[in-house]
């Protein structure tokens, strides 16, 4: 029978190699920033569809047409930290919460393209609006799931707000744009409310018997649900008739970002422009700023609805 000390020396030598072995693995499956960066595959427009390719012309002939991007220092004027993510900063869900909640570290390429976008849209926003809201922090990540759903952002209910810049839609486009203050308008329905999936006043806006279907928003980055005009009288989009709370969403959104199209829509869809209005009552009720003046400065920024 082996010595004590002859066990215990063995045992220590096949734990060592084991965890060695373990870690290998791990480098292979998980590499480092620098190598994810370099493995990144690359954009090939052979590859693409004629449908793609038109919509890819269509976003650079866009793009090259847009002025230069606003330099606008978002932390030193509304004290909101811009945070890139890591593993270790995902929220807990709260006991008996039925929902998980999971992200990466997004790529440093993506940060360099996203958040000058981020900070030449967020200069609209009034500095009032901001603190009202009680936004701690706005967070940069990758990979972000919710329920196990790949999910562009998230307004979380402690302050925070969450970007997604592994999503390939991820460029200097409208769709882009409104994302942003599609999310930002979850914390501010949040900080109003406490809540955001009831508004009996926001129901009674719709055509008697209209029930959101909830079944959905899994699909919300399918792409057909977001384009204008697919959808029932007095819906922006298919993705509004998924309730209340992103109805609400786009429709601020869409009001900041294509404001004068807007405008026209309400003139042909009597519910679109009932609910433009109360947008506009909502968030003045809430922040004086937010008032006809807002209104008419974002109107005035060349957009596309795109």
Not at 55 to 81: G, I, N, S, T, Y
Not at 136 to 154: A, D, M
Not at 194 to 202: E, H, I, K
Request: hydrophobic share 40%; with cysteine; glycine share 4%.
């Amino acid at each position: 029978m082996p010595s004590k000390p002859f066990y215990l020396i063995t045992r220590g030598i096949l734990l060592a190699a084991l965890l060695v072995h373990g870690f290998t693995i791990f480098l292979e499956k998980y590499p480092t920033d620098h190598e994810r960066s370099d493995a990144a595959p690359t954009f090939d427009l052979a590859n693409l569809t004629p449908a793609q390719k038109q919509a890819w012309a269509a976003q650079q002939m866009w793009a090259a047409q847009q002025p230069p991007l606003v330099a606008f220092d978002l932390e030193a004027r509304d004290d909101v930290k811009i945070v890139l993510a890591t593993s270790e900063m995902a929220p807990k869900p709260k006991p008996a919460a039925n929902w998980s909640f999971t992200f990466e570290p997004p790529a440093s390429e993506s940060v360099a393209k996203f958040r000058p976008i981020l900070e030449d849209e967020w200069r609209h926003l009034p500095a009032s609006l901001v603190k009202k809201c009680g936004l701690r922090r706005i967070i940069l990540c990758s990979e972000l799931e919710f329920n196990g759903q790949n999910v562009g952002g998230f307004a979380s209910d402690n302050f925070d707000l969450y970007f997604n810049l592994s999503l390939s839609t991820i460029q200097d486009s409208p769709y882009v744009r409104r994302m942003i203050h599609h999310e930002f308008f979850h914390a501010v329905d949040f900080a109003i409310h406490g809540q955001v999936v009831v508004d009996p006043f926001w129901l009674r806006l719709n055509s008697e018997g209209f029930d959101y279907d909830w079944s959905i928003k899994p699909r919300h980055l399918d792409a057909s649900l977001g384009v204008p005009g697919n959808a029932p009288p007095g819906f922006i989009n298919r993705y509004c008739t998924s309730g209340v709370e992103e109805d609400k969403a786009e429709m601020f959104a869409y009001m900041v970002v294509n404001g004068k199209q807007m405008e026209q829509w309400g003139k042909t869809d009597a519910i679109i422009e009932a609910k433009r209005k109360q947008m506009m009552k909502i968030v003045e009720d809430f922040c004086p700023d937010m008032n006809d003046d807002f209104w008419a400065r974002m109107k005035q920024i060349p957009r596309q609805m795109g």
